[in-house]
């Protein structure tokens, strides 16, 4: 490689692949550069090996993931040769690993210490990155690795009159190489994250005396640190290739068995039981795995977030600082929890004083101290342990310009955007090491690291080898893959909290959850994926041409998804290789299974007259003062399936959500009762509940016809048959993934026909039992092939992997041809059946919320009587 510049640590002009940072990324990454014979040079301020372990040297730093399972795993020998001496090992000992790693590697011939990377320029003639030093040093490179941490640019302490203080003064993550000596000393720390919850404890063993002062309470657990756990070192020695395999395939990074115990069902003797293992095990991944729904479901969060408060009133005996200890502003787990080392029992001593800065917030800094609201304090150390600008800051602290001359920061200017968290679009050639929308951060950093760094050094060996030169994601692909990102968020609690995930710590920062949240595995298997169909989602080009095999990777709701892996693991027979005895008993075991669905204000049972006999229903009411609204309810199992109660999480959920009175009546089914019965049972039970609406409790001429799948074609149909007889009035219907037709060639038939639980099978089964052939073009079956105008104002629900898709949106556009009002709602990334499964999938309570609001949006005002 040709060198230019300075000396010995001569800086090459031209490199095949730039690296910034000599952390554990950059460290590994330059490993397999040389190894796959890149010509390579790492860049890094620092001055020598250890990123974040370079950096944050104040008293008490550790990592929080067992150090056994916070090291690299590509080198068995390398694993053989280094044996940590405890269960959390200290910054000293984490950073000798790493001078160690670049020894053993002889890695540091390649790294330029003391030299920051300023700015880079993507030049489209050259196909390269033009670097510039801060030394003034220009670095032209074909690929450009930000290897440079998540959390590596602390945050300015934004306190007024910060500049001012005359004393000394410490920031953790830039802590001095010289031991600080706070004995005999008045000393303040600013900040009760886990930088803060890590030293305060060791500064309070040598200061004089120790003002905290805390803006948010956090939750930390004890790290109970001590040997490296005997469990865990037997199972490595006895297969260590496995249970390194096993945490790269695991849902954070280390091997841990998840639970299936949920904290909302599960009794009391049980839920103390499964916190007290967690807190005694002093594992972040034990107290955020006490319940399998503590990240999703707020009150099963609380019950954990409870406990703890419960073990701080226990441990701090002052019960005002207790108090103020405990964290009430955002659910448990969503701001990064700590482990900590008699971090609470440090608020015992007499010389340490805790300062609640929500109860007398900090009005200024002075050359003396700090000044709260009440009071002026003199110090002589302040500690700022105020946190980083994590994960966008230290990649768009470099001046980054791409093709077109945007710069990044530009680009992200409203929050991150990129393709697997590994590259961004418009800045070909650009790697980013755990960059956001990547696990990084809320997983075992070793693991997603090592992840990253062999996907993008396989990913270069194969361009090399296919003589391409240029890779960048489309546009496509990172709009889809921020899409996943945020769903994946979306369906937890951490969007609540004002935490860095969210960006929220720095002033002006777009709030936007920052990491990837679908877990390790579900990670890994996107970029696997995509490595197999061809780098699917980038564009490829060099002297070999250019190709793109374009397309997004996850489309279906994460939750989604994991039902559909579950079903998919418990290799269930198709229902529609049943006799219809055993398709009913199956599809009632399995609706046992699901959550119940909110509490309503009464549940009752009863009989409606029906044309051949009485009917039986259930009927859902809102816990408000009636009268209210009717909604007439059909359940959905294919003409076939179900009863007045097999719908009952979607019922009460509409009925909370609209304020109705839910009626979902028991039709008669086929095969017994074959076509047209359902219909004639549907037709008769809306003429009986318009008639009976005020002794029903509902308001008269708020009526409203819903229905699902099947079910949707049978309220479609009443309104059909309604209108032709002259009433009864509707007001509107609710078709939720409704059967309109009977042509089953459509393209959601054959794109959905399988693996998303309504098969086109299954439908095929279903219409054999209902309608002969005849009678399925009848619009009493097919309601598409009826006179749509003059219906009442419909909402009508498709989702996007259903087989029933097509039929719905060729329903849902016909009678907005013919001039009826429609609100037509897209479920993206749902399939048939998964809108109904209240609080199982989460991501369909922003739909039937949206559901809810347009029939609020067709009522018609109370009719005066
Ligand atoms: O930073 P933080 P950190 N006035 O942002 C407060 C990793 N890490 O360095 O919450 C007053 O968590 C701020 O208050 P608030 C780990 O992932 C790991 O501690 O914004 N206070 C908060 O209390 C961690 O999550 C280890 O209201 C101000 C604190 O400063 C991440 O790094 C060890 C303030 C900042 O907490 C960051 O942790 C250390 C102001 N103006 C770090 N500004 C391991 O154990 C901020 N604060 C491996």
Redesign the pocket.
């Known amino acids: 490689m040709a060198m230019s510049g300075n000396g010995s640590a001569a800086v090459p002009a031209e490199v095949d692949v730039a690296v910034v940072g000599a952390g554990f990324s950059g460290l590994y990454m330059l490993y397999r550069l040389r190894e796959l014979g890149f010509s390579a040079m790492a860049f890094d301020e620092a001055g020598d090996v250890g990123g974040t372990w370079y950096w944050?040297r104040y008293p008490g730093?550790?990592?929080?993931?067992p150090t056994t399972d916070y090291s690299y795993g590509f080198d068995p020998q390398l694993e053989k040769d280094w044996t940590w001496s405890e269960k959390y090992a200290t910054q000293p000992e984490i950073l000798a690993y790493l001078q160690h790693v670049a020894d053993r590697y002889d890695l540091r011939r390649d790294i330029r210490f003391g030299i920051r990377i300023t700015a880079a320029v993507w030049d489209e003639a050259s196909r390269r990155w033009r670097l510039r030093t801060s030394h003034g040093d220009e670095v032209s490179c074909r690929y450009y690795i930000m290897a440079s941490g998540c959390?590596s640019l602390p945050?300015t302490?934004?306190?007024e009159g910060v500049d001012r203080y005359r004393g000394e003064v410490y920031l953790?993550?830039r802590w001095p190489h010289d031991r600080v000596d706070f004995s005999g000393k008045r000393v303040a720390v600013?900040?009760?994250?886990?930088?803060?919850?890590?030293c305060i404890p060791l500064i309070a063993r040598e200061a004089a005396r120790l003002t905290v002062?805390?803006?948010?309470p956090?939750f930390s657990v004890p790290a109970h640190n001590g040997a490296p756990p005997p469990d865990r070192l037997a199972r490595l020695a006895a297969d260590r290739d496995g249970y390194r395999e096993a945490a790269r395939w695991s849902r954070g990074g280390i091997p841990v068995e998840l639970t299936d115990v949920s904290g909302v069902t599960a009794p009391e003797d049980v839920r103390r039981q499964r916190f007290e293992g967690a807190w005694q095990a002093g594992e972040l991944f034990a107290i955020l795995g006490v319940f399998n729904d503590q990240g999703v479901n707020p009150v099963s969060n609380e019950l954990v977030a409870e406990m703890i408060r419960e073990k701080i009133r226990a441990i701090v005996s002052d019960p005002d600082t207790a108090e103020a200890l405990c964290p009430k502003d955002h659910p448990f787990g969503t701001?990064?929890p700590?482990?900590d080392t008699s971090y609470f029992e440090t608020f015992n001593l007499p010389h340490v004083r805790l300062v609640d800065?929500r109860r007398t917030p900090?009005v200024t800094v002075t050359e003396a101290g700090i000044n709260t609201v009440e009071e002026s304090f003199e110090f002589d150390a302040i500690v700022f342990?105020?946190?980083?600008d994590?994960m966008t800051g230290p990649l768009v602290s470099v001046a980054v310009t791409g093709a077109g001359g945007v710069t990044l920061e530009d680009k992200w200017e409203h929050g991150p955007a990129t393709y697997l968290g590994l590259m961004t679009t418009g800045f070909p050639n650009l790697f980013m090491i755990t960059g956001p929308q990547s696990p990084s951060?809320l997983s075992n950093m070793v693991v997603s690291i090592e992840q990253h760094i062999d996907w993008t050094a396989d990913c270069l060996q194969r361009l090399r080898a296919e003589n391409l030169d240029r890779i960048e994601p489309t546009p496509l692909a990172e709009a889809g893959w921020v899409q996943h990102s945020r769903d994946c968020a979306d369906i937890t609690l951490y969007p609540r909290a004002?935490s860095?995930y969210m960006g929220?710590?720095v002033p002006g920062k777009p709030r936007v959850f920052l990491p990837y949240i679908g877990g390790v595995d579900a990670y890994r298997r996107a970029c696997q994926e995509v490595a197999e169909n061809g780098l699917m989602g980038f564009r490829l080009d060099g002297p070999a041409g250019a190709r793109c095999h374009d397309g997004v990777i996850r489309r279906i709701q994460p939750d989604v998804a994991i039902v559909l892996d579950l079903m998919a693991s418990l290799g269930l027979p198709p229902v529609e290789t049943m006799n219809v005895a055993d398709a009913r008993a199956f599809a009632e075991a399995t609706a046992a299974t699901m959550p119940p669905g909110p509490a309503v204000g009464e549940i009752t049972d009863a009989v409606l007259p029906g044309p051949a006999g009485d009917l039986a229903y259930r009927l859902y009411r809102p816990p408000s003062a009636g009268p209210h609204p009717l909604i007439a309810y059909f359940h959905g199992g294919g003409w076939v399936l179900g009863s007045q109660h097999s719908d009952e999480p979607f019922c009460r959920d509409l009925c909370l959500r609209t304020g109705a009175v839910v009626i979902s009546v028991n039709y008669r089914h086929a095969p017994e009762d074959r076509f047209p019965a359902a219909a004639d049972d549907a037709f008769a039970a809306v003429q009986w509940m318009a008639a009976n609406a005020a002794g029903l409790g509902g308001i008269p001429g708020q009526l409203t016809v819903a229905g699902w799948s099947a079910g949707g074609s049978l309220a479609a149909i009443t309104c059909q048959l309604a209108r032709d007889a002259g009433g009864p009035d509707i007001a509107s219907q609710l078709l939720l993934t409704p059967v309109t037709d009977c042509d089953l060639g459509r393209a959601s038939y054959s794109g959905n026909g399988e693996g998303f639980v309504l098969t086109a099978a299954l439908m095929r089964w279903f219409w054999d039992h209902y309608a002969g052939e005849a009678d399925r073009a009848n619009p009493k079956a097919s309601p598409l092939r009826g006179t749509l105008a003059g219906l009442p104002p419909a909402v009508v629900v498709t989702a996007e992997f259903d087989p029933l898709r097509d039929e719905g949106e060729a329903y849902a556009e016909a009678l907005a041809a013919a001039g009826v009002p429609v609100r037509h709602i897209r479920a993206r990334g749902h399939i048939h059946t998964s809108l109904t499964m209240v609080d199982a999938v989460i991501s369909g309570a922003p739909v039937r919320a949206e559901m809810a609001e347009a029939l609020g949006s067709f009522r018609p005002a109370p009719v005066q009587i």
């Open positions: 944050n730093a550790r990592c929080d993931i959390l945050k302490p934004d306190i953790t993550g600013v900040g009760t994250g886990s930088s803060g919850i890590q002062f805390q803006r948010t956090n701001k990064r700590c482990l800065l900090i342990a105020t946190g980083f994590a951060v004002n860095w929220a710590n």
